[in-house]
């Protein structure tokens, strides 16, 4: 019998063609029999929400909100969303809310403004610098804080200013600004250390705010996309422009305006929330959710609401590379960075969760008993020996994701009192033509996990898929997800 043949990935021995293709198609139709079992067991949780939208969800309907629009960071969702529902459940929350992905604290002042105390945990530096900023800004400014702005934004000190600081940089952001830009901020930045603690943070702040539009940058998914005229362009791809490159001086004067809008009137200063609604405090612990969580005490918190990093592929510390480096970061702080970070990018290595927290096997084994996600690994395992992926390291990011996320919600779990809610956003995902039902696979964790599933709200109008899925596989859309979760 002649059959034509494929040699695996390893090149030691080779697997007939229609072999292939035929446990390909096994493992499709095992898939979808075992996520179509799910969604019958999930049906009466399944609800569309006419009052969420993609803007709910997202970084835009932020926009316009005092505060919440100054720094644009698109993982974050709005704080509308935040407030619809600690505004529904508000009888049903008792203690303090708790976000073990804080960004740049969306859910902690949403939940201030409410008057409800909140803890965050946050790994990058960026969010953190952003959170310190805001608590400052809202909190502690003086009037003659207000007036030290008001100067630097009539008078331009930097312009004047011979004091010249340099930034770092790492491999990814070389480059990334015009030579004028460079030297304003250098200026700017000697200029800042001048003022006080207060006034260094608000102005870093700012800075921070406006380094995509005066650089050749922008932010695209994965990575940082290059403009041509920064002279990166690789050879053979399509020329990118991104539009007006801001000039420092118009930038950061307008960015500085903004944020003084949003702190005080024209005639006195006033706090963005009246002092009777803020909590008395926000916390916020810098690092890791896996190294925080455990440290945390049992049954304290009244609610979660959080959104985790998707099983996407992006990597946040090349998205926000050009913040890291300003902020000082080494290349191999960066690096290290990117190994902390919740598995979602393709370069994460397997995390020994045994060895962060040892009574963590029974939530590692939750992960690991759901049929439908074992399935899902032996298929991209499959297709990775086939040489079908895009990325080998596929499988493995997928693995961690769901092994990490299964033991965020066992503490999720654990720290929160009984009855009490966690509230999720999440993304389903695509890879190698084969939809991840993210949605059902951790609801169905959850719920050997101490919780009880009360609703999965789907988002209004579905998202696609990336061009590679879509070119090779057709387009198939996927949900976007409220999970609203009840400890046993």
């Known amino acids: 019998m002649t059959s034509e043949l494929l040699t695996t990935s390893f090149g030691l021995e080779t697997t007939p ?15 979808a029999a075992l996520d179509a079992e799910l969604a019958k067991n999930f049906k009466a949780q399944f609800s569309t929400a ?27 969702f709005s704080a509308g969303l935040v407030e619809y529902f600690l505004g529904s459940y508000k009888g049903r929350i008792s203690g ?82 015009p030579p004028e830009a460079v030297e304003a901020i250098e200026r700017y930045r ?17 800075l921070l705010c406006i380094l995509e539009d005066i650089s050749y940058t922008r932010k695209d998914g994965q990575y940082l996309r290059w403009d041509a005229r920064s002279g ?41 929330f009246p002092v009777n609604q ?15 969580l455990p440290t945390l005490e049992t049954a304290s918190y009244g609610a979660v609401m959080t959104s985790p990093p998707y099983c996407n592929r992006y990597d946040y510390t090349r998205t926000y590379a050009l ?18 970070m919740l598995s979602c990018t393709v370069e994460n290595r397997e995390k020994d969760l045994l060895k962060i927290c040892p009574q963590w096997t029974r939530f590692i084994e939750a992960a690991n008993q759901q049929k439908l996600l074992q399935t899902i690994y032996t298929y991209l395992k499959h297709e990775k020996t086939s040489g079908n992926l895009n990325n080998n390291g596929i499988p493995r990011m997928v693995r961690g994701y769901f092994s990490e996320m299964a033991c965020v919600m066992g503490e999720c779990a654990r720290v929160l009192k009984p009855n009490a809610r966690l509230f999720m956003v999440n993304d389903n995902v695509r890879y190698a033509g084969v939809s991840i039902s993210v949605d059902m696979i951790l609801s169905d964790i959850a719920q050997a996990l101490g919780f009880e599933v009360e609703k999965i709200l789907v ?30």
């Open 96 to 177: 303090k809310v708790l976000d073990p992905f804080a960004g740049i604290g969306t859910t902690l002042f949403a939940a201030s403004s409410q008057g409800i105390s909140a803890d965050g945990i946050e790994l990058l530096p960026i969010g953190q610098e952003i959170i310190r900023a805001r608590l400052l800004s809202e909190r502690e400014l003086t009037s003659d804080d207000i007036t030290t702005i008001e100067r630097w934004i009539t008078f331009r000190p930097w312009q004047k200013c011979s004091d010249r600081v340099p930034f770092s940089t790492i491999r990814i952001t070389e480059n990334a600004y």
């Open 190 to 206: 000697g200029a800042l250390q001048q003022e006080s603690e207060k006034i260094q943070a608000i102005l870093r702040l700012a």
């Open 323 to 340: 913040e890291l480096a300003m902020l000082g970061l080494t290349q191999a702080e960066v690096l290290s960075l990117r190994q902390e």
């Open 17 to 31: 063609k229609n072999e292939i293709h035929s446990k390909t198609s096994e493992l499709r139709i095992k898939i």
């Open 232 to 272: 990166k362009r690789r050879p053979g791809t399509k020329a990118f422009n991104k539009g007006k490159i801001l000039a420092f001086d118009t930038a950061i004067t307008a960015k500085l305006k903004e944020i003084l809008s949003d702190i005080c009137d024209a005639e006195s200063p006033v706090t963005l």
């Open 278 to 292: 803020i909590a008395e405090d926000i916390r916020l612990f810098n690092g890791s959710c896996l190294e925080v």
């Open 459 to 488: 988002v209004p109008g579905k998202k696609g898929n990336s061009s590679q899925q879509m070119g090779a596989y057709g387009r198939e859309p996927l949900r976007k997800c409220v999970y609203v979760w009840r400890k046993r």
């Open 50 to 76: 006419p009052f969420l939208s993609r803007k709910t969800v997202s970084f835009q309907g932020n926009k316009g909100k005092p505060a919440y629009g100054w720094y644009k960071y698109k993982e974050a």
